[in-house]
């Protein structure tokens, strides 16, 4: 059974950079495409970023050219590193598993978190100064 956990979040100034990690165990990640998804106090949990089996990443509009995703195969490891930290990336990060990124392969289409699964316990971001 896939098991998730997050791990790499912290306090950080605006401006500031952060690398999280998604440790898999169980299963190997090569079978499922991980999502990086957020959650802020009052919110819902919002998409951020997904890399899929073929190692095709996206991103929601508001990170595009800040963050990265990438994927270690021989650690079963999926990262995230943040960089030009806003106040309003501030939130615990979550990443969890799906069969794709997407509900539907069309253009525009985003992630949705009830497509994910197997999800960690999460780690807060907090982006302040």
């Known amino acids: 059974q896939l098991q998730l956990v997050e791990s790499g979040g912290g306090l950080v100034q605006p401006g500031g950079s952060l690398k999280l990690s998604c440790t898999a165990s169980?299963?190997?990640?090569?079978?499922?495409?991980i999502g990086w998804f957020r959650q802020a106090p009052g919110m819902d949990r919002e998409g951020v970023a997904c890399?899929?089996?073929?190692?095709?990443?996206m991103y929601t509009e508001s990170v595009k050219g800040r963050f990265t995703v990438s994927k270690d195969k021989a650690a079963n490891t999926v990262f995230l590193v943040m960089n030009s930290l806003k106040p309003e990336d501030t939130g615990v990060y979550y990443c969890?598993?799906?069969?794709?990124?997407?509900?539907?392969?069309?253009?525009?289409?985003?992630?949705?978190?009830?497509?994910?699964?197997?999800w960690g316990q999460g780690t807060q971001v907090t982006v302040s100064s």
């Open positions: 890399i899929n089996r073929l190692d095709v990443d």
């Open positions: 969890g598993a799906a069969g794709h990124c997407t509900a539907t392969p069309t253009p525009g289409a985003t992630m949705t978190p009830s497509n994910f699964g197997s």
């Open positions: 169980g299963v190997t990640l090569d079978y499922f495409a």
